[in-house]
Protein backbone atom coordinates (compact mmCIF):
# COMPACT_ATOMS: atom_id res chain seq x y z
CA UNK A 1 0.00 0.00 0.00
CA UNK A 2 2.69 2.45 0.98
CA UNK A 3 4.54 1.32 -2.23
CA UNK A 4 1.48 2.56 -4.67
CA UNK A 5 1.12 5.96 -2.26
CA UNK A 6 4.53 6.31 -2.84
CA UNK A 7 4.17 6.08 -6.84
CA UNK A 8 0.65 8.15 -6.99
CA UNK A 9 2.82 11.34 -5.19
CA UNK A 10 5.96 11.06 -7.57
CA UNK A 11 3.37 10.30 -10.78
CA UNK A 12 1.54 13.60 -9.23
CA UNK A 13 4.69 15.52 -9.04
CA UNK A 14 5.89 14.80 -12.56
CA UNK A 15 2.25 15.85 -13.84
CA UNK A 16 3.11 19.21 -11.71
CA UNK A 17 6.30 19.66 -12.99
CA UNK A 18 4.88 19.08 -16.54
CA UNK A 19 2.18 20.91 -16.46
CA UNK A 20 4.47 23.93 -14.97
CA UNK A 21 7.25 23.05 -18.22
CA UNK A 22 3.95 23.47 -20.30
CA UNK A 23 2.84 26.79 -18.95
CA UNK A 24 6.37 28.35 -19.37
CA UNK A 25 6.44 27.30 -22.91
CA UNK A 26 3.50 28.68 -23.74
CA UNK A 27 4.48 32.04 -21.68
CA UNK A 28 7.74 31.46 -23.92
CA UNK A 29 5.60 30.98 -27.54
CA UNK A 30 3.54 33.83 -27.01
CA UNK A 31 6.57 36.17 -25.38
CA UNK A 32 9.18 35.06 -28.01
CA UNK A 33 7.65 33.27 -30.49
CA UNK A 34 8.22 35.85 -33.01
CA UNK A 35 11.88 36.18 -32.01
CA UNK A 36 12.06 32.46 -32.58
CA UNK A 37 10.27 32.67 -36.12
CA UNK A 38 12.69 35.25 -37.36
CA UNK A 39 15.82 33.33 -36.27
CA UNK A 40 18.62 33.57 -39.51
CA UNK A 41 18.42 30.07 -40.43
CA UNK A 42 14.47 30.09 -40.52
CA UNK A 43 14.97 29.80 -44.63
CA UNK A 44 11.48 30.63 -44.99
CA UNK A 45 12.51 34.10 -44.00
CA UNK A 46 15.81 34.52 -45.52
CA UNK A 47 17.94 33.92 -48.24
CA UNK A 48 21.19 31.89 -48.48
CA UNK A 49 22.74 35.04 -48.21
CA UNK A 50 21.40 36.30 -44.95
CA UNK A 51 18.63 38.60 -46.44
CA UNK A 52 15.22 38.93 -44.77
CA UNK A 53 12.67 37.72 -47.83
CA UNK A 54 9.95 40.07 -47.03
CA UNK A 55 8.67 43.52 -45.33
CA UNK A 56 9.17 46.93 -46.65
CA UNK A 57 10.55 49.92 -43.92
CA UNK A 58 9.16 52.98 -44.17
CA UNK A 59 10.08 56.23 -42.52
CA UNK A 60 7.69 58.49 -40.62
CA UNK A 61 7.02 60.62 -44.30
CA UNK A 62 6.40 56.90 -45.82
CA UNK A 63 9.44 57.43 -48.22
CA UNK A 64 10.30 53.44 -48.68
CA UNK A 65 14.07 52.98 -46.91
CA UNK A 66 14.20 49.25 -48.21
CA UNK A 67 11.57 46.76 -50.16
CA UNK A 68 11.68 43.79 -52.28
CA UNK A 69 11.63 44.15 -56.01
CA UNK A 70 9.88 41.73 -58.37
CA UNK A 71 12.10 39.29 -58.03
CA UNK A 72 12.15 39.20 -54.51
CA UNK A 73 15.45 41.00 -54.25
CA UNK A 74 15.94 43.31 -51.00
CA UNK A 75 16.40 47.11 -52.09
CA UNK A 76 16.87 50.44 -50.62
CA UNK A 77 16.12 54.21 -51.36
CA UNK A 78 17.15 55.38 -54.55
CA UNK A 79 19.67 58.38 -53.10
CA UNK A 80 22.78 56.62 -51.76
CA UNK A 81 23.83 59.50 -49.09
CA UNK A 82 20.39 58.27 -47.71
CA UNK A 83 21.12 55.39 -47.92
CA UNK A 84 24.07 55.61 -45.70
CA UNK A 85 22.47 57.64 -43.88
CA UNK A 86 19.98 55.26 -42.59
CA UNK A 87 22.01 52.69 -42.86
CA UNK A 88 22.04 51.72 -39.29
CA UNK A 89 18.42 52.35 -38.54
CA UNK A 90 17.51 50.35 -41.61
CA UNK A 91 20.46 47.58 -41.46
CA UNK A 92 22.45 45.53 -44.44
CA UNK A 93 21.30 42.70 -46.46
CA UNK A 94 23.68 40.28 -44.67
CA UNK A 95 22.25 40.92 -40.90
CA UNK A 96 25.62 41.90 -39.54
CA UNK A 97 23.68 45.07 -38.20
CA UNK A 98 22.02 43.51 -35.36
CA UNK A 99 20.43 46.69 -34.32
CA UNK A 100 19.43 47.22 -37.61
CA UNK A 101 15.38 47.07 -38.74
CA UNK A 102 15.71 44.24 -40.90
CA UNK A 103 17.50 41.82 -37.97
CA UNK A 104 15.47 43.84 -34.95
CA UNK A 105 12.56 43.73 -35.94
CA UNK A 106 12.45 40.71 -38.44
CA UNK A 107 9.21 39.54 -36.74
CA UNK A 108 7.59 42.12 -37.30
CA UNK A 109 8.12 42.78 -41.14
CA UNK A 110 7.81 39.07 -41.79
CA UNK A 111 4.14 39.26 -40.45
CA UNK A 112 4.30 37.03 -37.68
CA UNK A 113 1.21 36.23 -35.87
CA UNK A 114 0.85 33.42 -32.92
CA UNK A 115 -2.02 32.45 -35.68
CA UNK A 116 -0.45 31.87 -39.02
CA UNK A 117 3.07 32.17 -37.88
CA UNK A 118 5.02 33.70 -41.10
CA UNK A 119 2.72 32.91 -43.34
CA UNK A 120 1.52 35.57 -45.36
CA UNK A 121 -1.36 35.00 -48.03
CA UNK A 122 0.92 37.99 -50.30
CA UNK A 123 4.09 36.54 -49.29
CA UNK A 124 5.55 40.07 -48.86
CA UNK A 125 5.00 40.58 -45.47
CA UNK A 126 4.34 43.55 -43.44
CA UNK A 127 4.95 47.76 -43.82
CA UNK A 128 6.80 48.62 -40.70
CA UNK A 129 7.12 52.79 -40.21
CA UNK A 130 9.92 53.81 -38.13
CA UNK A 131 10.04 57.17 -36.26
CA UNK A 132 13.17 58.60 -37.89
CA UNK A 133 13.12 61.12 -40.84
CA UNK A 134 15.31 60.18 -43.98
CA UNK A 135 15.73 63.89 -44.64
CA UNK A 136 16.94 64.94 -41.36
CA UNK A 137 19.34 62.03 -41.19
CA UNK A 138 20.91 62.76 -43.83
CA UNK A 139 21.26 66.58 -42.50
CA UNK A 140 22.96 64.83 -39.89
CA UNK A 141 25.16 62.68 -41.85
CA UNK A 142 26.34 65.44 -44.19
CA UNK A 143 27.36 67.73 -41.48
CA UNK A 144 29.41 64.94 -39.72
CA UNK A 145 31.27 65.02 -43.39
CA UNK A 146 33.07 61.56 -43.11
CA UNK A 147 33.89 62.39 -39.29
CA UNK A 148 33.73 59.00 -37.09
CA UNK A 149 30.13 59.15 -34.45
CA UNK A 150 27.22 59.31 -34.19
CA UNK A 151 23.67 61.76 -34.19
CA UNK A 152 20.84 61.63 -31.98
CA UNK A 153 17.43 63.54 -31.97
CA UNK A 154 14.28 62.55 -29.86
CA UNK A 155 11.18 64.15 -29.50
CA UNK A 156 10.94 63.97 -25.17
CA UNK A 157 7.10 64.39 -25.30
CA UNK A 158 6.29 61.26 -27.74
CA UNK A 159 9.99 59.29 -27.23
CA UNK A 160 9.72 59.43 -31.12
CA UNK A 161 13.68 59.31 -32.36
CA UNK A 162 13.78 61.77 -35.47
CA UNK A 163 17.92 61.20 -36.40
CA UNK A 164 20.25 58.48 -35.87
CA UNK A 165 23.22 58.31 -37.74
CA UNK A 166 26.03 56.53 -36.90
CA UNK A 167 29.59 56.56 -38.54
CA UNK A 168 31.31 55.11 -40.33
CA UNK A 169 28.67 54.15 -42.38
CA UNK A 170 28.41 52.27 -46.24
CA UNK A 171 25.93 51.78 -48.82
CA UNK A 172 23.51 48.84 -48.34
CA UNK A 173 22.73 48.44 -52.06
CA UNK A 174 26.44 48.18 -53.00
CA UNK A 175 28.28 46.70 -49.75
CA UNK A 176 32.11 46.97 -49.53
CA UNK A 177 34.85 44.57 -49.23
CA UNK A 178 35.28 45.36 -45.35
CA UNK A 179 38.93 44.13 -43.88
CA UNK A 180 38.50 43.79 -40.20
CA UNK A 181 41.69 45.46 -39.88
CA UNK A 182 41.48 48.19 -41.50
CA UNK A 183 40.58 51.43 -38.22
CA UNK A 184 38.80 53.25 -41.24
CA UNK A 185 35.78 50.52 -40.88
CA UNK A 186 36.28 50.10 -37.07
CA UNK A 187 32.75 49.70 -35.07
CA UNK A 188 30.96 49.82 -39.23
CA UNK A 189 28.37 47.74 -38.10
CA UNK A 190 28.10 49.08 -34.64
CA UNK A 191 24.86 51.80 -33.88
CA UNK A 192 27.01 53.95 -31.96
CA UNK A 193 23.65 55.29 -30.54
CA UNK A 194 22.40 52.59 -29.09
CA UNK A 195 24.96 50.02 -28.53
CA UNK A 196 28.40 51.58 -27.77
CA UNK A 197 29.95 53.22 -25.09
CA UNK A 198 32.24 56.33 -24.81
CA UNK A 199 34.39 58.20 -22.22
CA UNK A 200 31.74 61.39 -21.65
CA UNK A 201 33.99 64.21 -21.04
CA UNK A 202 32.81 67.01 -19.83
CA UNK A 203 29.06 66.39 -20.39
CA UNK A 204 28.92 64.29 -17.59
CA UNK A 205 29.42 67.35 -15.07
CA UNK A 206 25.66 67.70 -15.46
CA UNK A 207 24.97 65.21 -13.07
CA UNK A 208 27.43 66.45 -10.43
CA UNK A 209 26.17 69.04 -10.85
CA UNK A 210 22.85 67.80 -10.34
CA UNK A 211 24.48 65.99 -6.99
CA UNK A 212 26.05 68.99 -5.86
CA UNK A 213 22.59 71.01 -5.86
CA UNK A 214 21.03 68.83 -3.81
CA UNK A 215 23.82 67.70 -1.25
CA UNK A 216 26.42 71.31 -0.89
CA UNK A 217 23.53 74.05 0.52
CA UNK A 218 25.76 76.88 -0.01
CA UNK A 219 26.75 76.08 -3.11
CA UNK A 220 25.46 78.72 -5.16
CA UNK A 221 27.07 80.91 -2.64
CA UNK A 222 30.09 79.87 -3.01
CA UNK A 223 33.18 81.13 -5.52
CA UNK A 224 36.75 79.34 -7.01
CA UNK A 225 39.82 80.73 -8.12
CA UNK A 226 40.95 78.86 -10.78
CA UNK A 227 44.47 78.74 -11.90
CA UNK A 228 44.30 75.88 -14.42
CA UNK A 229 45.82 73.21 -12.23
CA UNK A 230 44.46 71.84 -8.93
CA UNK A 231 46.18 69.65 -6.54
CA UNK A 232 43.49 67.10 -5.36
CA UNK A 233 44.65 63.93 -4.02
CA UNK A 234 48.22 64.60 -4.25
CA UNK A 235 47.79 65.13 -7.82
CA UNK A 236 46.78 67.88 -10.43
CA UNK A 237 43.49 68.18 -12.11
CA UNK A 238 44.20 70.42 -15.25
CA UNK A 239 41.74 72.48 -16.99
CA UNK A 240 42.50 74.05 -20.18
CA UNK A 241 43.53 77.79 -19.41
CA UNK A 242 43.46 79.67 -16.05
CA UNK A 243 39.30 80.19 -15.52
CA UNK A 244 39.95 82.87 -12.50
CA UNK A 245 37.41 83.68 -10.22
CA UNK A 246 33.99 81.90 -10.59
CA UNK A 247 30.67 80.81 -9.46
CA UNK A 248 29.06 77.60 -10.14
CA UNK A 249 27.06 79.23 -12.90
CA UNK A 250 30.05 80.40 -14.55
CA UNK A 251 32.03 76.74 -13.66
CA UNK A 252 29.09 74.94 -15.44
CA UNK A 253 29.64 77.88 -18.44
CA UNK A 254 33.32 77.22 -18.87
CA UNK A 255 33.49 73.66 -17.80
CA UNK A 256 36.13 73.84 -15.11
CA UNK A 257 37.79 70.49 -14.22
CA UNK A 258 38.96 71.97 -10.89
CA UNK A 259 35.66 73.15 -9.66
CA UNK A 260 33.93 70.07 -10.51
CA UNK A 261 36.39 67.74 -9.47
CA UNK A 262 36.43 69.49 -5.87
CA UNK A 263 33.12 68.74 -5.69
CA UNK A 264 32.99 65.33 -6.76
CA UNK A 265 35.43 64.74 -3.97
CA UNK A 266 33.42 66.73 -1.32
CA UNK A 267 29.87 64.70 -2.34
CA UNK A 268 32.22 61.64 -1.92
CA UNK A 269 31.85 58.37 -4.42
CA UNK A 270 28.67 56.76 -2.76
CA UNK A 271 26.75 59.90 -3.31
CA UNK A 272 28.26 60.17 -7.21
CA UNK A 273 27.02 56.76 -8.06
CA UNK A 274 23.93 57.09 -6.54
CA UNK A 275 23.05 60.20 -8.95
CA UNK A 276 24.51 58.42 -12.10
CA UNK A 277 22.68 55.19 -11.37
CA UNK A 278 19.29 57.64 -10.77
CA UNK A 279 19.83 59.36 -13.70
CA UNK A 280 19.59 56.16 -16.09
CA UNK A 281 23.32 56.19 -17.19
CA UNK A 282 24.43 52.66 -15.88
CA UNK A 283 21.35 50.65 -17.01
CA UNK A 284 20.60 49.08 -20.74
CA UNK A 285 17.23 50.61 -21.40
CA UNK A 286 15.46 49.18 -24.65
CA UNK A 287 14.21 50.69 -27.70
CA UNK A 288 11.78 48.82 -29.04
CA UNK A 289 12.88 45.35 -27.81
CA UNK A 290 16.60 46.57 -29.00
CA UNK A 291 18.87 46.93 -25.56
CA UNK A 292 21.06 49.66 -25.49
CA UNK A 293 24.58 49.23 -23.85
CA UNK A 294 25.29 49.75 -20.32
CA UNK A 295 27.49 52.38 -19.08
CA UNK A 296 29.92 51.72 -16.17
CA UNK A 297 31.50 54.00 -14.03
CA UNK A 298 33.85 53.65 -11.19
CA UNK A 299 33.85 56.28 -7.94
CA UNK A 300 36.12 54.50 -6.01
CA UNK A 301 39.79 54.69 -5.89
CA UNK A 302 42.18 57.71 -4.72
CA UNK A 303 40.60 61.06 -4.87
CA UNK A 304 42.32 62.27 -7.76
CA UNK A 305 40.26 59.15 -9.56
CA UNK A 306 37.06 60.46 -8.01
CA UNK A 307 37.85 64.06 -8.95
CA UNK A 308 38.66 62.92 -12.61
CA UNK A 309 35.71 60.40 -12.85
CA UNK A 310 33.50 63.63 -11.28
CA UNK A 311 34.77 65.99 -14.80
CA UNK A 312 33.52 62.77 -16.76
CA UNK A 313 37.09 61.02 -17.69
CA UNK A 314 38.66 58.16 -16.00
CA UNK A 315 36.98 55.06 -16.08
CA UNK A 316 33.56 56.51 -16.78
CA UNK A 317 31.76 55.09 -20.17
CA UNK A 318 28.42 55.40 -21.41
CA UNK A 319 25.89 54.91 -24.01
CA UNK A 320 25.05 58.06 -25.80
CA UNK A 321 21.11 57.43 -25.73
CA UNK A 322 21.00 57.33 -22.11
CA UNK A 323 22.42 60.87 -21.73
CA UNK A 324 19.95 61.54 -24.23
CA UNK A 325 17.30 60.17 -22.61
CA UNK A 326 18.72 62.24 -19.24
CA UNK A 327 18.35 65.78 -20.86
CA UNK A 328 14.37 64.77 -21.95
CA UNK A 329 14.07 64.55 -18.64
CA UNK A 330 15.87 67.94 -17.50
CA UNK A 331 13.52 69.82 -19.47
CA UNK A 332 10.39 67.41 -18.95
CA UNK A 333 10.44 68.30 -15.19
CA UNK A 334 12.23 65.04 -14.17
CA UNK A 335 10.89 62.34 -16.54
CA UNK A 336 10.59 61.99 -20.07
CA UNK A 337 9.22 59.65 -22.55
CA UNK A 338 10.93 56.39 -23.76
CA UNK A 339 12.99 56.53 -26.86
CA UNK A 340 11.18 54.74 -29.76
CA UNK A 341 11.96 53.79 -33.34
CA UNK A 342 8.33 51.95 -34.39
CA UNK A 343 5.93 54.06 -35.56
CA UNK A 344 3.18 51.86 -36.76
CA UNK A 345 3.34 48.31 -38.50
CA UNK A 346 0.41 47.76 -41.13
CA UNK A 347 -0.22 44.52 -43.80
CA UNK A 348 -0.23 45.03 -47.03
CA UNK A 349 -3.64 46.01 -46.91
CA UNK A 350 -2.87 48.94 -44.54
CA UNK A 351 -4.62 47.24 -41.80
CA UNK A 352 -2.54 48.09 -38.50
CA UNK A 353 -0.92 44.97 -36.63
CA UNK A 354 0.50 46.19 -33.52
CA UNK A 355 0.24 48.97 -31.44
CA UNK A 356 2.88 51.45 -30.20
CA UNK A 357 2.15 53.93 -27.34
CA UNK A 358 4.74 56.40 -25.92
CA UNK A 359 5.81 55.13 -22.26
CA UNK A 360 7.38 57.33 -19.94
CA UNK A 361 10.97 56.74 -17.87
CA UNK A 362 10.75 56.70 -14.15
CA UNK A 363 12.41 59.63 -12.32
CA UNK A 364 15.76 60.95 -13.75
CA UNK A 365 16.27 64.05 -11.85
CA UNK A 366 14.39 65.87 -9.00
CA UNK A 367 11.82 67.90 -11.15
CA UNK A 368 12.77 71.69 -9.11
CA UNK A 369 16.73 70.57 -9.74
CA UNK A 370 16.20 69.91 -13.37
CA UNK A 371 14.48 73.89 -13.84
CA UNK A 372 17.70 75.36 -12.42
CA UNK A 373 20.28 73.00 -14.26
CA UNK A 374 17.82 74.08 -17.59
CA UNK A 375 18.83 77.60 -16.71
CA UNK A 376 22.30 77.17 -16.14
CA UNK A 377 22.66 74.93 -19.32
CA UNK A 378 21.29 77.86 -21.21
CA UNK A 379 23.37 80.41 -19.86
CA UNK A 380 26.34 78.23 -21.71
CA UNK A 381 24.93 78.43 -24.84
CA UNK A 382 24.62 82.65 -23.62
CA UNK A 383 28.30 83.03 -22.57
CA UNK A 384 30.24 80.79 -23.97
CA UNK A 385 28.62 78.50 -27.10
CA UNK A 386 26.95 81.43 -28.53
CA UNK A 387 22.80 81.49 -29.79
CA UNK A 388 23.20 82.94 -32.91
CA UNK A 389 24.34 79.25 -33.68
CA UNK A 390 20.78 78.55 -32.79
CA UNK A 391 18.80 81.22 -34.36
CA UNK A 392 15.20 81.08 -32.85
CA UNK A 393 15.74 78.32 -30.45
CA UNK A 394 15.33 78.03 -26.91
CA UNK A 395 18.38 75.99 -26.37
CA UNK A 396 19.85 74.62 -23.32
CA UNK A 397 23.56 72.83 -23.93
CA UNK A 398 26.62 71.02 -22.40
CA UNK A 399 29.72 71.01 -24.74
CA UNK A 400 32.38 67.81 -23.65
CA UNK A 401 35.99 67.23 -24.68
CA UNK A 402 37.02 63.73 -23.61
CA UNK A 403 40.23 62.43 -23.43
CA UNK A 404 40.76 59.04 -24.92
CA UNK A 405 44.36 58.32 -24.66
CA UNK A 406 47.90 59.71 -25.36
CA UNK A 407 48.73 60.95 -29.20
CA UNK A 408 44.90 60.87 -29.51
CA UNK A 409 42.72 63.72 -30.62
CA UNK A 410 39.68 64.19 -28.05
CA UNK A 411 36.21 63.36 -28.98
CA UNK A 412 33.97 65.89 -28.91
CA UNK A 413 29.97 65.67 -27.23
CA UNK A 414 27.38 68.29 -27.45
CA UNK A 415 23.66 67.75 -26.03
CA UNK A 416 21.17 69.13 -24.85
CA UNK A 417 17.53 70.27 -25.70
CA UNK A 418 14.81 72.47 -26.75
CA UNK A 419 12.40 74.53 -24.35
CA UNK A 420 10.06 74.97 -26.95
CA UNK A 421 6.46 73.02 -27.18
CA UNK A 422 6.13 73.46 -30.61
CA UNK A 423 9.91 71.74 -30.67
CA UNK A 424 10.14 69.43 -27.92
CA UNK A 425 13.56 68.18 -28.64
CA UNK A 426 16.49 66.33 -26.86
CA UNK A 427 20.03 65.85 -28.62
CA UNK A 428 23.50 64.38 -28.39
CA UNK A 429 26.45 64.78 -30.61
CA UNK A 430 29.73 62.56 -30.78
CA UNK A 431 32.53 62.86 -32.75
CA UNK A 432 35.02 60.58 -32.24
CA UNK A 433 38.61 62.47 -31.92
CA UNK A 434 37.11 65.70 -33.09
CA UNK A 435 38.61 67.61 -30.82
CA UNK A 436 36.76 70.41 -29.12
CA UNK A 437 32.90 69.73 -28.22
CA UNK A 438 31.26 73.01 -28.77
CA UNK A 439 32.91 73.83 -32.01
CA UNK A 440 32.87 70.78 -33.71
CA UNK A 441 30.24 68.32 -32.03
CA UNK A 442 28.29 72.13 -31.44
CA UNK A 443 28.46 72.62 -35.43
CA UNK A 444 26.88 69.22 -36.10
CA UNK A 445 24.31 70.12 -33.64
CA UNK A 446 23.30 73.37 -35.23
CA UNK A 447 23.24 72.02 -38.60
CA UNK A 448 20.72 69.41 -37.37
CA UNK A 449 18.42 71.27 -34.94
CA UNK A 450 17.84 73.67 -37.41
CA UNK A 451 16.39 71.56 -39.98
CA UNK A 452 14.51 69.61 -37.51
CA UNK A 453 13.04 73.33 -36.28
CA UNK A 454 12.32 74.22 -39.95
CA UNK A 455 9.89 70.73 -40.35
CA UNK A 456 8.71 71.19 -36.68
CA UNK A 457 7.37 67.44 -36.47
Avoid at 106 to 127: E, F, I, M, R
Wanted: proline share 5%.
Amino acid sequence: MRKIEKRGVFCLILAALLGLGLALFCFRFVVDGGDWASYPYNRHLYSNSGALKGGTILDRDGDVLSSLDENGNRTYYPDGDVRRATLHAVGDPAGNIGAGALTAFADKLSGYNLLTGVYSPLGTGNQLYLTIDAYLNNIAYQALGGMRGTVGVYNYKTGEILCMVSTPTFDPADPPSIDPDDPSWEGVYVNRLLSANSIPGSIFKVVTLNAAIENIPDLFSRTWNCTGSTEIGGDAVTCPYAHGELDIEDALAVSCNGVFGRLAVELGGDTMQQYTDAAGLTRSIKVDGISTSQGRFDFTGSDNQLAWSGVGQGQDTMCPINMMLYMGAIVNGGKAAMPRLIAKSTTAYGLPTGIYMPRKSGELIDGTTARTIADMMHNNVIETYGQDRFPGMDICAKSGTAEVGPDKTPNAWFTGFLRDSATPYAFIVLVENGGGGSSVAGTVASRVLTAAVEKAY
